[in-house]
């Protein structure tokens, strides 16, 4: 599975840019995880660049969900870790990326979204207040 997100960065030297994100982890409800890719030379076919984006998430209580945040880039070969500081922003943006979807949690539980998805899988998913952390190796 692929998604693909629009993106944009001050340092790009477009300003905004297309990611294609190859799905590695889809084990709802406990993780996700993603290789992001662009399509370099226009061919259609992304090249991935080795660093995997993860969330984890372990119901802590039954209104309540850990979240892990993790960014490795240990697989980045040898060649992009030349033209790519790594890591190439601080940790504090893991931190912000998690206060950024607990925010869109609680507006989806305050318009009704987690009785949606009671439905479509049978069970209540872990929802509600978060406790976080972020690791980056």
């Given at each position: 599975?692929?998604?693909?997100?629009?993106?944009?960065?001050?340092?790009?030297p477009?300003?905004?840019?297309?990611?294609?994100?190859?799905?590695?982890?889809?084990?709802?409800?406990?993780?996700?995880?993603?290789?992001?890719?662009?399509?370099?030379?226009?061919?259609?076919?992304?090249?991935?660049?080795?660093?995997?984006?993860?969330?984890?998430?372990?119901?802590?209580?039954?209104?309540?969900?850990?979240?892990?945040?993790a960014?490795?880039?240990?697989?980045?070969?040898?060649?992009?870790?030349?033209?790519?500081?790594?890591?190439?922003?601080?940790?504090?943006?893991?931190?912000?990326?998690?206060?950024?979807?607990?925010?869109?949690?609680?507006?989806?539980?305050?318009?009704?979204?987690?009785?949606?998805?009671?439905?479509?899988?049978?069970?209540?998913?872990?929802?509600?207040?978060?406790?976080m952390?972020?690791?980056?190796?």
């Amino acid at each position: 599975q692929m998604f693909r997100m629009a993106m944009y960065h001050a340092n790009h030297p477009n300003g905004s840019y297309e990611m294609t994100n190859r799905v590695a982890v889809f084990d709802l409800p406990r993780a996700i995880s993603w290789q992001p890719g662009q399509d370099i030379i226009g061919d259609g076919k992304p090249q991935f660049g080795g660093w995997t984006w993860r969330y984890d998430l372990v119901a802590a209580e039954p209104s309540r969900t850990e979240v892990t945040l993790a960014y490795d880039w240990t697989a980045v070969p040898p060649f992009l870790r030349e033209h790519i500081p790594l890591p190439p922003f601080p940790v504090d943006h893991l931190t912000n990326s998690l206060r950024h979807l607990a925010e869109l949690v609680q507006q989806a539980l305050a318009n009704g979204v987690s009785a949606r998805a009671r439905r479509a899988h049978g069970e209540p998913p872990p929802a509600g207040a978060f406790s976080m952390s972020s690791t980056s190796t």
